[in-house]
């Protein structure tokens, strides 16, 4: 009433969540709040198509968002709208990113979203835990872009953590952790980091289908624009891939997972 101006000092957050199961080729629940939403566009692969959506347009220092996906005696496919934005942060909150899924009786679910693009000053956490059976397979992706290139910006500050665990009969058969912090242009440019380049990449593969995945893939390795290695070890396939452009980048993903696939990816993908 004494004209004094009052502001609030807690910044606006965003939340999301997404919870997708599929049970004999049918959806079984969908539940979704927040900025989280799932769509299910038809398709006329093999697999449910799945596509998350961020409606806040990407995530900064203390956001938090959850997904999870299932898939028991299904096929599914899980993507995502376009590229996720890890914005800089004017705080020092981290934004977490929680995925959990699994399949069993057969199923597959594969998790092969757009690539995220880490912005100077960007704070993120990520986690992915995945739970499958003998008899189901997965197939996770994940790319990192390091700077908006097209802006001219380098990647000189920023906080990034990335930790997977898969599961196999409540068993783990694979387990990898990484972390951008401190020094992030020496750690990128380092022999042992990226060499420099804009974008990195991981997929793995767990399921039966080991061998044909690994045939699928070697003949291809030799044409590609960009650096990838593939090891096939203790039953499960690795694949990491680096790339001094990242449409480059992109383009030779969509030809591996086409590949391991043996179908096209979502047309979102070519959005």
């Known amino acids: 009433m004494d ?25 079984d629940r969908l539940y979704q709040s927040g900025a989280a939403k799932a769509l299910l566009p038809r398709s006329f692969n093999r697999a449910h198509e799945i596509v998350l959506v961020n409606t806040a347009g990407g995530v900064t220092g203390g956001d938090a968002y959850r997904y999870e996906c299932s898939s028991d005696a299904s096929q599914v496919l899980v993507t995502t709208q376009t590229a996720e934005r890890a914005y800089a942060s004017s705080t020092t909150d981290i934004a977490s990113m929680i995925i959990k899924l699994s399949a069993r009786n057969g199923a597959a679910l594969h998790w092969v979203p757009q690539e995220t ?23 996770v992706l994940e790319s990192l872009v390091f700077g908006r290139h097209a802006m001219g910006e380098t990647l000189a500050n920023c906080y990034f953590t990335d930790h997977w665990r898969i599961r196999r009969d409540g068993h783990l058969v694979h387990a990898e952790a990484s972390r951008l912090d401190d020094d992030v242009a020496g750690l990128l440019g380092a022999k042992a980091g990226t060499v420099g380049a804009q974008m990195a990449a991981t997929c793995v593969y767990v399921g039966p289908h080991l061998e044909q995945m690994k045939a699928n893939i070697e003949p291809m390795l030799a044409a590609l624009q960009t650096r990838a290695a593939l090891s096939v070890w203790q039953d499960r396939l690795v694949l990491r891939l680096l790339a001094s452009q990242a449409m480059a980048g992109k383009a030779d993903l969509s030809r591996i997972i086409t590949a391991m696939r043996s179908e096209q990816l979502p047309g979102v993908w070519q959005s």
Not at 5 to 20: E, H, K, M, P, Y
Not at 121 to 138: P, T
């Open 3 to 27: 004209g004094t101006n009052i502001f609030a000092t807690a910044l606006q957050r965003s939340r999301g969540a997404v919870d997708v199961a599929f049970r004999a080729g049918a959806l």
């Open 117 to 139: 693009i880490l912005f100077d000053e960007s704070r993120l956490a990520r986690s992915i835990e995945i739970d499958l059976d003998a008899s189901s397979e997965c197939l």
